[in-house]
């Protein structure tokens, strides 16, 4: 606009010196109307539901009262080594075969289809994701929407894993479990192995699904079928797999400031929805795991002192049993997650390790 404005004033001034001011030319046509643009999403509705400070300051409060943001005790040995070297799910987690899961850099590789770096493959620690506890934080399970489409696609609440089922590592990749913005726990939270299937199996401490199959009980599988006279109830058929999911019971509405959201304590509001009062109790459990674990030691499979297994080798039976009993011990909903499973897999391992 400045250099067309200058013109016009060199034109004028040169007009008045050497002669008549030529005619304006004609104005253009009207350019043709463009088409409407797609409807705006209602930011009202949509956008301020979720995005506010409140809801933002909600989220980080609770975050930290809750286990994944716990920087769990580093080991501190000294450099004498005459103290104890006190394991951390950090301090030897950070290698091939666990990042997937412990640590934050681990898991976004793995969402985003990078090949898991191997680093050095030091006995300790695996220098390619850092040493020390790698806290489950914001960006670990939240990136960028996938869809601005709720109605139609649902909320992904710009989870790295939201509306795309999970396939599962153990039975195997074929068994998929979609359960919408809870597909982001069910990553993390499956075991890694598969129930004994040989004559004899030699047991150890390390004998078991791996410290989290919270999704797999929830679905119903991955116990150990030993055939006893309790039936299993059909995969995918208990209410709170059907009825409610892990971020209905973990992240509902606070009870009393301490649980819910993202401290992914159950809150007894989520229960509320079903039951008339907070149930505690799986009917039986404690009694029954007790009669199994007497049982378990009596076959040599359980040391009670040491609180795990012993290293014999059992047979078939009794290994089935004991898987069982790791998975509910581990599991650690004392078989809420799935009763009528849990009740199945107590009353008939019972009987595989009579
Ligand atoms: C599929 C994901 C996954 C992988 C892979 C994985 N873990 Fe875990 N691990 C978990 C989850 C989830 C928990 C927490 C479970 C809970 O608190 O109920 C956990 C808990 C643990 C704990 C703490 C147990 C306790 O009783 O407090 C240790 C130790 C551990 N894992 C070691 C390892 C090691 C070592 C590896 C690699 C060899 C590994 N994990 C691989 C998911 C995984
Ligand atoms: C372990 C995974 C995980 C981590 C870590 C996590 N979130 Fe979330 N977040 C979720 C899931 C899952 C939902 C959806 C919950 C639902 O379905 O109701 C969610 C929902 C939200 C929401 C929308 C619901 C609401 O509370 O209004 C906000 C905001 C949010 N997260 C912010 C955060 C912030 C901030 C942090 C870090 C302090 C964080 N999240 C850490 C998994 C996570
Ligand atoms: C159901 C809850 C929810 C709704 C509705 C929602 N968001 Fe989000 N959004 C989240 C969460 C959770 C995060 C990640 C954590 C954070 O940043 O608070 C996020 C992150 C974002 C980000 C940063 C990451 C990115 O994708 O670039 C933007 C931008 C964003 N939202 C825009 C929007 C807009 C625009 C709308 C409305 C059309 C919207 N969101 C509706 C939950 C929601
Ligand atoms: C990146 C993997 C990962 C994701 C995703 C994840 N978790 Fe975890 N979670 C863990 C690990 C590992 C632990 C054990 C503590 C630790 O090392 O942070 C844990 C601990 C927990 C605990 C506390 C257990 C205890 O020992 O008291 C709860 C409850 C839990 N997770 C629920 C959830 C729910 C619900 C979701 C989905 C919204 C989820 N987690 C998503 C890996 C994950
Ligand atoms: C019907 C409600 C419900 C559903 C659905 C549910 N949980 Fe739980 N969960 C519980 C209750 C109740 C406990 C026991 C808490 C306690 O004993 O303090 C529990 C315990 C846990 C624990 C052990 C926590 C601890 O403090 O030791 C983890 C981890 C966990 N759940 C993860 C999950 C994951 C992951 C999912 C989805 C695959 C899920 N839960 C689905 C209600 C539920
Ligand atoms: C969607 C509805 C629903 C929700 C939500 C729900 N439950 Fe349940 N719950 C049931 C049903 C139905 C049963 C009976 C077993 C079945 O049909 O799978 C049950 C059974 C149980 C049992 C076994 C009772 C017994 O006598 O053995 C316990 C314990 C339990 N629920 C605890 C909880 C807790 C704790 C919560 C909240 C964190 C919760 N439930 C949330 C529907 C629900």
Same mark, same amino acid.
């Given at each position: 606009?400045?250099?067309?404005?200058?013109?016009?004033?060199?034109?004028? &001034?040169?007009?008045?010196? @050497?002669?008549?001011?030529?005619?304006?030319?004609?104005?253009?046509?009207?350019?043709?109307?463009?088409?409407?643009?797609?409807?705006?999403?209602?930011?009202?509705?949509?956008?301020?539901?979720?995005?506010?400070?409140?809801?933002?300051?909600?989220?980080?409060?609770?975050?930290?009262?809750?286990?994944?943001?716990?920087? /769990?005790?580093?080991?501190?040995?000294?450099?004498?080594?005459?103290?104890?070297?006190?394991?951390? &799910?950090?301090?030897? &987690?950070?290698?091939?075969?666990?990042?997937?899961?412990?640590? %934050?850099?681990?898991?976004?590789?793995?969402?985003?289809?990078?090949?898991?770096?191997?680093?050095?493959?030091?006995? @300790?620690?695996?220098?390619?994701?850092?040493?020390?506890?790698?806290?489950?934080?914001? /960006?670990?399970?939240?990136?960028?929407?996938?869809?601005?489409?709720?109605?139609?696609?649902?909320?992904?609440?710009?989870? *790295?894993?939201?509306?795309?089922?999970?396939?599962?590592?153990?039975?195997?990749?074929?068994?998929?479990?979609?359960?919408?913005?809870?597909?982001?726990?069910?990553?993390?939270?499956?075991? *890694?192995?598969?129930?004994?299937?040989?004559?004899?199996?030699?047991?150890? %401490? *390390?004998?078991?699904?791996?410290?989290?199959?919270?999704?797999?009980?929830?679905?119903?599988?991955?116990?150990?079928?030993?055939?006893?006279?309790?039936?299993?109830?059909?995969?995918?058929?208990?209410?709170?797999?059907?009825?409610?999911?892990?971020?209905?019971?973990?992240?509902?509405?606070?009870?009393?400031?301490?649980?819910?959201?993202?401290?992914?304590?159950?809150?007894?509001?989520?229960?509320?929805?079903?039951?008339? %009062?907070?149930?505690?109790?799986? /009917?039986?459990?404690?009694?029954?795991?007790? &009669?199994?674990?007497?049982?378990?030691?009596?076959?040599?499979?359980?040391?009670?002192?040491?609180?795990?297994? /012993?290293?014999?080798?059992?047979?078939?039976?009794?290994?089935?049993?004991?898987?069982?009993?790791?998975?509910? *011990? @581990?599991?650690?909903?004392?078989?809420?997650?799935?009763?009528?499973?849990?009740?199945?897999?107590?009353?008939?391992?019972? @009987?595989?390790?009579?």
């Amino acid at each position: 606009m400045i250099l067309a404005s200058s013109l016009m004033f060199i034109q004028c &001034t040169s007009s008045l010196d @050497e002669g008549p001011q030529g005619l304006a030319g004609a104005n253009g046509q009207n350019g043709v109307d463009g088409t409407d643009g797609v409807d705006g999403v209602d930011g009202t509705a949509e956008c301020i539901a979720c995005h506010n400070v409140q809801n933002k300051e909600h989220a980080q409060a609770s975050y930290l009262l809750s286990v994944h943001a716990q920087e /769990t005790l580093h080991a501190t040995q000294n450099a004498a080594k005459t103290e104890d070297f006190i394991l951390t &799910t950090s301090d030897y &987690t950070n290698r091939t075969g666990c990042v997937e899961c412990h640590t %934050s850099g681990g898991y976004i590789d793995k969402m985003n289809g990078v090949t898991l770096k191997t680093g050095a493959g030091v006995a @300790e620690h695996d220098p390619a994701y850092p040493a020390g506890k790698q806290a489950i934080t914001c /960006t670990t399970c939240h990136d960028k929407h996938s869809t601005f489409d709720f109605a139609n696609d649902g909320f992904d609440f710009a989870l *790295r894993q939201a509306l795309r089922p999970v396939a599962l590592t153990a039975p195997n990749a074929n068994y998929t479990i979609d359960m919408g913005s809870s597909n982001t726990c069910v990553n993390c939270h499956q075991p *890694r192995g598969i129930p004994p299937t040989t004559a004899t199996v030699k047991l150890s %401490s *390390r004998f078991g699904p791996h410290h989290g199959p919270q999704s797999t009980l929830l679905e119903g599988i991955q116990g150990a079928l030993y055939v006893g006279s309790t039936a299993y109830p059909v995969p995918g058929s208990a209410t709170h797999r059907s009825g409610a999911s892990c971020t209905a019971c973990h992240m509902g509405e606070t009870t009393n400031g301490t649980d819910g959201a993202h401290s992914w304590h159950p809150t007894e509001n989520a229960c509320l929805a079903c039951h008339s %009062s907070e149930p505690t109790e799986v /009917t039986g459990y404690a009694a029954d795991m007790a &009669t199994l674990q007497g049982l378990l030691v009596a076959k040599g499979a359980f040391d009670a002192t040491a609180d795990a297994f /012993t290293s014999n080798t059992v047979d078939l039976k009794v290994a089935q049993a004991a898987w069982n009993f790791a998975l509910l *011990r @581990e599991d650690r909903s004392h078989g809420i997650h799935n009763p009528n499973y849990a009740k199945a897999l107590l009353k008939n391992s019972i @009987e595989a390790a009579q």
